[in-house]
């Protein structure tokens, strides 16, 4: 069968472009915004990427046509599609009826910490031998790609509460029928297509509904959201971490080394790469995960001991002349403020962190969080911020910061501020969840030169 798939470089989009491809089906597809790393990733792969959206496609014939959910009525070659009554559906769907029908599926939903958390749950089940097929929304650095088909049971999803497609207006995780869930967490977020917090619940608390009597629930206990969701029907196990009664991360170090306890009871101990105590406890959450399809805590502390991380987590771009330059797919506030906070444990008082922030999302661009900027920003020493094509005022929204903070409607311009602010030894921590205009190449550049 010809698959052809609109809005392919997205980051879901692209997994579905690789599962599709592995599952014996020839693929193609387009998008309007084609970036790194899923555009790389798919022509590594030997798939044919288009730019743009133009009705010359329909010459391709594909047998059916996936429309990723950056796709909107008015787009010139979704419109033809429909006037036309070629057969097409969501990549959710397509997900469902083609690879998740006979599997277990292990899926982790949340607001913030999906694609390290599903990242490290892929790593752990590998790790065991078990061989999971996967789909995250990243790349995950122990596998090299963000999807993987194999003839082993279980699969692993990043279970996103955005919606489906323009012609189905759920959240995608109530596709996928999970019998192991990760609860991570739950704020405020697509501000787009949510009116508010609860509207969000009531989408998780659908996806709690197509779970079975077998299968497990793993929430976080801290989570006052989450329990209201769980409140209004749960017909599955529970587990809570997070909770002193139930499962945590404990004793975390500077280096990494943190314990796993359960009731208060010390289980083990492990060393984690990645920095912060929110992905320590990402990490407890897979590990419980793995654990209800028999791989034990022990062997889960193992492997996250070796877990590599993922690509656009506090990554590390490049060091030139002592300045180090990581990459982060930071937007929300919240998310903001843990890596920062993250970075600083990394590297103790020895530096000074220059956040380099885009706002980039949905949500930020329309303003709906500006008022949590300064405060999820106060861990940076330096703060520029790119403000081009936002309907709100970046610089007055920051000026209770006073002079740490800098705003820029010209790349070049910030470009060239942050450089000239570098000194030997400070951190220049990029965050945003698109390309970034290559910033990040750009800031190596300026560096050496």
């Given at each position: 069968?010809?698959?052809?798939?609109?809005?392919?470089?997205?980051?879901?989009?692209?997994?579905?472009?690789?599962?599709?491809?592995?599952?014996?089906?020839?693929?193609?597809?387009?998008?309007?915004?084609?970036?790194?790393?899923?555009?790389?990733?798919?022509?590594?792969?030997?798939?044919?990427?288009?730019?743009?959206?133009?009705?010359?496609?329909?010459?391709?014939?594909?047998?059916?046509?996936?429309?990723?959910?950056?796709?909107?009525?008015?787009?010139p070659l979704l419109e033809e599609i429909l006037d036309r009554n070629l057969p097409y559906t969501s990549g959710p769907q397509w997900l469902a009826d083609n690879v998740l029908r006979d599997k277990w599926v292990l899926a982790v939903a949340g607001t913030h910490g999906k694609t390290t958390t599903t990242s490290m749950l892929a790593w752990i089940l590998e790790y065991a031998g078990l061989k999971p097929g996967f789909l995250i929304g990243g790349v995950a650095q122990d596998f090299g790609v963000s999807a993987r088909l194999t003839d082993l049971p279980f699969f692993v999803i990043e279970a996103d509460e955005y919606d489906t497609a323009v012609c189905d207006k759920r959240s995608k995780f109530v596709h996928y029928r999970p019998r192991t869930a990760i609860l991570n967490n739950l704020e405020y977020d697509h501000a787009d297509i949510f009116p508010d917090l609860a509207a969000i619940e009531t989408q998780f608390h659908h996806l709690v509904r197509t779970m079975p009597r077998s299968g497990l629930v793993i929430t976080n206990g801290a989570e006052v959201a989450l329990q209201r969701v769980l409140e209004r029907g749960c017909w599955s196990e529970v587990e809570r971490f997070n909770v002193n009664d139930g499962w945590q991360a404990v004793d975390g170090k500077a280096d990494g080394r943190f314990s796993i306890s359960h009731d208060g009871r010390v289980i083990g101990e492990t060393r984690l790469e990645l920095a912060g105590a929110h992905n320590q406890s990402n990490a407890v959450a897979a590990m419980l995960a793995a654990r209800h399809v028999g791989v034990p805590i022990e062997q889960g502390l193992a492997a996250i001991a070796q877990f590599k991380g993922v690509r656009r987590r506090l990554e590390v771009r490049g060091v030139v002349?002592?300045?180090?330059?990581?990459?982060?797919?930071?937007?929300?506030?919240?998310?903001?403020?843990?890596?920062?906070?993250?970075?600083?444990?990394?590297?103790?008082?020895?530096?000074?962190?220059?956040?380099?922030?885009?706002?980039?999302?949905?949500?930020?661009?329309?303003?709906?969080?500006?008022?949590?900027?300064?405060?999820?920003?106060?861990?940076?020493?330096?703060?520029?911020?790119?403000?081009?094509?936002?309907?709100?005022?970046?610089?007055?929204?920051?000026?209770?910061?006073?002079?740490?903070?800098n705003t820029f409607d010209k790349l070049d311009g910030l470009v060239a501020a942050v450089c000239a602010a570098a000194q030997p030894g400070d951190h220049i921590l990029v965050m945003s969840n698109g390309g970034f205009g290559g910033v990040h190449e750009k800031l190596l550049k300026n560096l050496s030169s």
């Open positions: 069968m010809h698959i052809h798939i609109l809005g392919i470089c997205g980051t879901f989009m692209g997994g579905i472009a690789l599962l599709a491809r592995a599952a014996g089906h020839k693929v193609t597809g387009c998008d309007a915004n084609v970036y790194p790393p899923m555009s790389t990733q798919l022509e590594e792969q030997g798939i044919e990427l288009i730019q743009g959206y133009g009705n010359e496609q329909l010459e391709l014939k594909p047998d059916l046509y996936v429309v990723g959910n950056a796709v909107s009525r008015g787009n002349n002592g300045v180090t330059v990581y990459d982060d797919f930071a937007h929300h506030p919240t998310a903001i403020e843990v890596t920062l906070a993250g970075l600083r444990q990394r590297i103790g008082t020895s530096g000074r962190i220059l956040a380099v922030l885009e706002p980039r999302s949905n949500t930020m661009k329309l303003g709906t969080m500006k008022a949590q900027l300064p405060a999820s920003l106060a861990g940076a020493d330096l703060v520029f911020c790119y403000s081009d094509k936002l309907g709100w005022d970046v610089a007055e929204v920051l000026r209770p910061m006073g002079a740490v903070a």
